[in-house]
C-alpha cells in the first residue's frame, strides 16, 4: 500500500530491466549524496545547539548564532530531508498514509516548532534531534536500498546475458549485425564460446551448450542437427550454424523475465496481511503521536518535551519494515528459483506448495521420457544378451522407427560392434529382415511368428508382454537367437523424486492414459503410493477433484493434454516445458524435464514462508517494546529514548528484514 515511496518497491517489477537497474542505481547514489551532505552540515549543528554544549560542558554563542543555526538545519531539512516530504506529499495525494506520512510529519513538525522558538517562541529547539533523525533515517534508507538491490540482480544478471550482436549468414559470409535486426528464419554462425545470440535449431555442426544460467542444469548439453537452442546460453568447443526461430519478445529469456516480473507483481496472501498490518500500524503512529503529546501536556511536561515524545513515538513505530518482509523475501525466492528453471506464476499457488499432501504426476514425459528404450534382453539360444544385441543393432542401423533407435542407443552405449547389414527389406507392420556378416537375420513381432507358424515358448516373454511391453524377436532363418522388450524409459530422476517426497510424507501417484499393465510396472518400479490407469484427458481433471476432497494437490504434468487437470489442482506445475514457458494454465513452471524439481519447488516454498514469517514477527515485535520506550512510560526510571534514537531503531528493525530476505537459499544449487 505504501510500497511506492520507499526501497522495497524494488520488489515488484519496477526495477528489473537494465534501464530500470540503472534508474535505481541513481537513486541509491543520490540518498547516499544527500547522507553525506547531511552529515557534514550536522557537525555545526551540534556544536551550536544549547542542548549538545549544555551535555558536554561548554559554551560557544555569538550574534546571530541562533539565526545560523536555523539556517544550516533548514538546508538539512529540506536537502536531506526531500524523498521523505515528497513521499508524504505522495502519500496523501493518494490518501494511503504510510511509513513516508510518519516520517514527513515528524521531521515538519520539530523543523516548524523549533524554527518557532528561535523567532520568540518560549521553548528549546531541537535542531539537533531533527538533523541527526534525517542522517539516521537517510542512512537507513541507504542500506536497506542496496541490500534490495541485490535481491533484483539476478534478473538484470539474467537480462544482459544476451550477445549483443550476431553474425549473421548471407550468401555463404558471416557479418555482424546487433541482435535487434535478427529475423525468424535467418542462419547465423555460432563460433566456439561465443553465446548463441536467438532461440532456434542447429542446422550444421556439433556441440556442448552450457545452459547453466537459464535452465540450472549444470552439464552442459550436446547439441547437432535438428536441436534446439536458447539464446544466452553459451557455445562449447564446436562451431554451430543455427536457424534462428525466436527473437525479441518471444524469446526464451524474455518469457522467463516477464513471468519472473509478473510473479513477484502477483499478491499473496502473505502480503496482503503485512499490508493491512502497516496500514494498522501506521493509524496507531499517528494515533500513538496525538496520545502521547496530549498525555504529557496533561503531566505538565512542557510543550518541547511533549513533542518530542510525540515525535519519537511517530519515527519508531514507522511501519518501513513491515513493508519491505514480505516483497523483499519474494524478489529473492523468484529470483532465486528462475535461476535454478524454476519459474513460478502464481505466488498464492506457491505459498500452497509447502502444505502439499499429495503430488500426481502424470506418466508420459513426465515420469518417463517419452520414448522407447530396451528394458530387457532374452537370449534364447547359445548367443549371449551382448550378441543378440549387437546381432539386432546391426539390423535395426537401416531402419528409422523408435524401435531401431533405441536398439541401436543402447547398443552404442555399452560401445559394442555394429556390422553394416545388406539385402535389408522391411516386411510390411512386421518387422525387417537382412544379411549382417552372412547370416540373414530377421527383427519381428510376435504377430510376424503367430503368421508364420514359428513356435517361441518362453515364460520371459509372456511375462514382458503381460507388462505391457512391446517384444521383438531375433530370428536366424526360422530359428529364435534372443529377443528384446522395449518401453518407455521410466526417467533416472522419478526414483529419486518419489523417494524424497514420501520422507516428507507427501503421497505419490500417478496419472496415464495407458492400461493398466503398464501403468502397473511403472508404479511398481518407482514405489507409488496410487495410480489411476487408462484415463481419458478430459477425465484427469475429475480424478485429481476427486482426490482433492481428502488432500491438498499437485498436479505435475506436460501442459498439454493436462491443462484441465493442472488449472484443477490446488498447485499445477507443468514440467519439461524446453523453451515454451508461456504455459497459461500452470502454477509453477519446471525448464528442466526433472521430477526432482518438484522437490526444491516445496522446500523453497517452505523456506520462502517461513522467512516471511520471521519478518512480519520482526517488523511487528519489536514496535511491542520500541513503542513504549518511545513514549516515556520508563521516564520516571531515567529510561529515554530520543527521536534519532527511535530512528536507529526502526532503520536497523529495516536492516535486519533486508538481511534476513537475503540469507534465503536453496539447497543443492
Known amino acids: 500500500m505504501h510500497e511506492e515511496h520507499h526501497p522495497a518497491a524494488l520488489a ?85 498514509p504510510g511509513m513516508m506520512t510518519l516520517i514527513g510529519v515528524a521531521i515538519t513538525v520539530s523543523y516548524l516548532y523549533s524554527a518557532a522558538v528561535v523567532f520568540g517562541l518560549k521553548g528549546m529547539d531541537f535542531f539537533w534531534e531533527l538533523v541527526t533523525l534525517i542522517d539516521i533515517m537517510l542512512l537507513g534508507h541507504w542500506i536497506e536500498m542496496r541490500s534490495v538491490a541485490g535481491a533484483s540482480k539476478a534478473l538484470e544478471e539474467l537480462a544482459r546475458i544476451m550477445p549483443s550482436e550476431a553474425h549473421l549468414l548471407l550468401d555463404g559470409k558471416a557479418r555482424d549485425v546487433r541482435l535487434e535486426e535478427l529475423q525468424p528464419g535467418d542462419r547465423v554462425l555460432v563460433k ?5 545470440p536467438a532461440d532456434g535449431a542447429v542446422l550444421e555442426g556439433e556441440s556442448d551448450v552450457n545452459e547453466a544460467m537459464l535452465t540450472g542444469e549444470s552439464r552442459p548439453v550436446s547439441k547437432a542437427a535438428g536441436d534446439e537452442v536458447i539464446g544466452g546460453s553459451v557455445n562449447g568447443s564446436g562451431s554451430l550454424t543455427l536457424e534462428v526461430k525466436k527473437t525479441g519478445k518471444d524469446s526464451y529469456l524474455n518469457q522467463v523475465i516477464e513471468l519472473v516480473k509478473k510473479s513477484q507483481e502477483s499478491r499473496s496472501r502473505t502480503q496482503n496481511l503485512a499490508d493491512r498490518a502497516a496500514f494498522l500500524l501506521t493509524v496507531v503512529a499517528l494515533f500513538g503521536g496525538a496520545v502521547t503529546l496530549a498525555a504529557w501536556l496533561f503531566y505538565s511536561q512542557d510543550f518541547a518535551f511533549s513533542l518530542e515524545r510525540s515525535v519519537t513515538v511517530m519515527v519508531t513505530t514507522c511501519p518501513h519494515a513491515l513493508g519491505l518482509a514480505i516483497p523483499l523475501v519474494v524478489a529473492v525466492s523468484t529470483s532465486l528459483a528462475a535461476k535454478s528453471g524454476l519459474l513460478i506464476r502464481d505466488r498464492q499457488a506457491f505459498e500452497t506448495a509447502r502444505s502439499l499432501q499429495a503430488v500426481v504426476f502424470d506418466k508420459t514425459g513426465t515420469l518417463t521420457e517419452g520414448r522407447f528404450g530396451v528394458t530387457d534382453i532374452i537370449s534364447l539360444s547359445e548367443a549371449g544378451e551382448e550378441e543378440v544385441l549387437s546381432l539386432a543393432s546391426s539390423l535395426e542401423s537401416r531402419a528409422e522407427h523408435p524401435i531401431a533407435r533405441a536398439v541401436l542407443d543402447l547398443a552404442r552405449e555399452r560401445d559394442l560392434s555394429i556390422a553394416p547389414a545388406e539385402r535389408f527389406r522391411l516386411i510390411s507392420g512386421q518387422g525387417i529382415e537382412g544379411l549382417v556378416e552372412g547370416r540373414e537375420l530377421k527383427v519381428v513381432s510376435p504377430g510376424y511368428l503367430k503368421d508364420k507358424g514359428i513356435a517361441v515358448r518362453d515364460e520371459r516373454m509372456d511375462k514382458l508382454q503381460q507388462e505391457g511391453k512391446t517384444v521383438v524377436v531375433l530370428l536366424e532363418g526360422d530359428t529364435a537367437v534372443g529377443a528384446l522388450a522395449l518401453a518407455d524409459v521410466v526417467r533416472a530422476e522419478s526414483k529419486e523424486a518419489v523417494k524424497r517426497l514420501q520422507e516428507k510424507g507427501i503421497k505419490c501417484m500417478m496419472l496415464t492414459g495407458d492400461n493398466r499393465f503398464v501403468a502397473g510396472t511403472v508404479s511398481k518400479e518407482l514405489g507409488l503410493n496410487e495410480f489411476f490407469a487408462e484415463v481419458l484427458p478430459h477425465q484427469k481433471a475429475d480424478v485429481i477433484k476427486k482426490v482433492q476432497e481428502e488432500m491438498v494437490v499437485a498436479m505435475v504434468g506436460d501442459g498439454v493434454n493436462d491443462a484441465p487437470a493442472l488449472a484443477q489442482a490446488d498447485v499445477g506445475i507443468a514440467i519439461g516445458a524446453g523453451t515454451d514457458v508461456a504455459i497459461e494454465t500452470a502454477d509453477v513452471i519446471l525448464v528442466r524435464s526433472d521430477p526432482r524439481d518438484v522437490v526444491s519447488i516445496i522446500e523453497l516454498s517452505a523456506k520462502t514462508y517461513s522467512k516471511m514469517f520471521q519478518n512480519l514477527l520482526w517488523a511487528t515485535g519489536y514496535n511491542v517494546i520500541a513503542i513504549p520506550l518511545a513514549a516515556g512510560v520508563l521516564y520516571s526510571y531515567g529510561i529515554l529514548l530520543s527521536p534519532a534514537g527511535g530512528a536507529l531503531l526502526m532503520s536497523l528493525s529495516t536492516v535486519i528484514v533486508a538481511i534476513n530476505a537475503r540469507t534465503l537459499r536453496m539447497d543443492g544449487r
Not at 566456439?192 to 548463441?196: A, F, R
Open 12 to 96: 515488484g517489477s519496477k526495477e528489473h530491466s537494465g534501464h530500470e537497474g540503472h534508474d535505481h542505481h541513481r537513486m541509491i547514489e543520490d540518498f547516499k549524496k544527500r547522507l553525506i551532505v547531511s552529515l557534514l552540515l550536522t557537525i555545526p549543528v551540534l556544536v551550536l545547539s544549547p542542548h549538545v554544549q549544555q551535555a558536554l560542558g561548554f559554551e560557544l554563542s555569538f550574534s546571530g548564532s541562533q539565526y545560523l543555526l536555523l539556517l544550516l538545519a533548514s538546508i538539512v531539512y529540506v536537502y536531506g530531508g526531500y524523498p521523505f516530504l515528497k513521499g508524504l506529499r505522495d502519500e496523501l495525494k493518494k490518501k494511503s
Open 192 to 196: 566456439p564460446g561465443e553465446k548463441i
